[in-house]
């Protein structure tokens, strides 16, 4: 399977809309049946819990083309439609280019006007740039079949012709959005008015008087009036709309509030009590005038440290959230090598994939980005300066920031070649694993594969490779119920590095898939990155951890100490 989940719904419209042609999906096709006029079913010749539907028992089914029936298929049946593997790589790649048409469609449909690098940054991530080397992957070898042929290179023209409109939309954002030197002038001097921490308290004080909805996020205001001043100055605007926008941005939540807590109001009053009919009245006056003082001080301060800010000398990623916002200039600068995982972060519904990249950027923007983040450790890593002359960065300099993310690339492996074997640091590793597990149990070999898998999810049981594969451990793992590996976190102990100097690290993820034939693992990095594949040779065990099984509760690695 090229891609895991169930086919995606197709629709004629939108696959003329994107420049494919219909004509060589229309010839796949999926034996279907239904009862009366109700959803089609995948016929079943007995119910089979967890991977089917019961309507579909015994259902006499007849050939249809699945374009035309992709939409009515049963919730319970589309998971385990099936078809031909070049037509499942045909297929995945029409909803590609089908998807980053109607991106892109949306991107030029955008009026004209100035653009942010906070907004560059989010289109950045979804551009068509980053399935391109994938897709191509799966389609060329597939352009010279008899049977899907015709329809994969159509495929890719229409592919190309997508990306080619992505990379235009990406030139006029990037042509519209202000000058990086700009944005980092701002942001140092957004920076250096917090640093006292003067304005983070006084705002503190200001929102104490409110009492906020049970279910409200607490309002930050001075977060309010940074954002808003700097996405007007950083644009080129004047400072008295950045402040105009500062104050509508604080008069949006602060607006007519009323006071909850007057003891918190600071002292002396700035508002006369006099002609107001109830003390709960002037202090909603003396509120709202605190309020407005405090954007007008805020503004004055950051017009005073902006004029202050000289730049130096230039040498000419996903940032997305709302504190990316002053370091998203930098998605303007060129990408080095792949986006590699860097753990999950925390969300009210969940954690969320967090990636790291390697940029090359001007010596300024360096210097800023780090001096930003310089309360955030590790956030950004400076690399060594590009050589006198060079247009490129060494790619070994590149590899090795990459690897301070997450150790293991599939490059790594790439690079040993067709064929490879299990080094000699792997084999040493997995005897002495394989010693360990002899006092907790003498072999797993017969044993029921419920029962291992229970074990080897709570860490009682290490899955070993064989040094020569396919072996009995190979015949082992086909027989346990990989699907269900996915609801589990799991330690993966990885060879990582090129192999005249590699190093072993624990992986913490999910297994999603098992290759019997090649040994590969479908392996989901912690934080609900996409899978890689990691091949045999290079793992040295496969375990559980029993006190550390869910998303959020490990590292995404950490160097193994077996």
Known sequence: MWRDGELPVLREKELLAAGVDAGPLRQITVVL??????????????????SHCRYAERLTGSPLALLDVCEQVCRHCAPVVSVEAGEEVLWWAAADVVAADGRVRGLEGQEAGPRSWEGYARVLWEAARHRDAEIRRGL????????VGAGVRQVLRAWSGVLERSEAVLADWRAAAPAAREVTSVSGACDAVAADGTVQRTGQELAAAVLPSRWAQPFDVWAAVRRAWSGVRDQGG??????????????AVWGGVRVRDVTALPEPALVAGAGFASPAQWADAEFQHRW????????????EALGATTGEGGDGWQLTRKQDAELAYLAQYEQQG????????RTGYGVEPDHAVVLAVPRFAARHAADHTRDDRQRVILGPDLAAGSAEPDERDVLALLRGAYPYLPVDAEGDGPGATPSAMVTTARAVRRAAQLGRRATHSGADSMEVYNDLDVGKYSWVPDDAHPGPAAAEMEKLPVHWLKDWMLCLDVECGMRDETVLHRLYGTVISYEPGTGRVGFSPA???PAILVPVHRIVALTGDRQRRSDGQMPAHEPYDE
């Open 238 to 251: 004047a400072a008295t709309a950045a402040r105009a926008a500062a104050m509508r941005a604080v008069e």
């Open 338 to 345: 792949p986006t590699v995982p860097f753990g999950g972060r």
């Open 292 to 303: 407005q003082q405090y954007v007008v001080d805020c503004c004055h301060r950051l017009e």
């Open 140 to 147: 060329q070898p597939w352009t010279a079949d008899p049977s």
């Open 527 to 529: 934080g609900g990155h």
């Open 33 to 50: 049946g239904r009862v009366g006029g109700g959803k089609w079913h995948v016929p079943a010749k007995a119910s089979v819990w967890r």
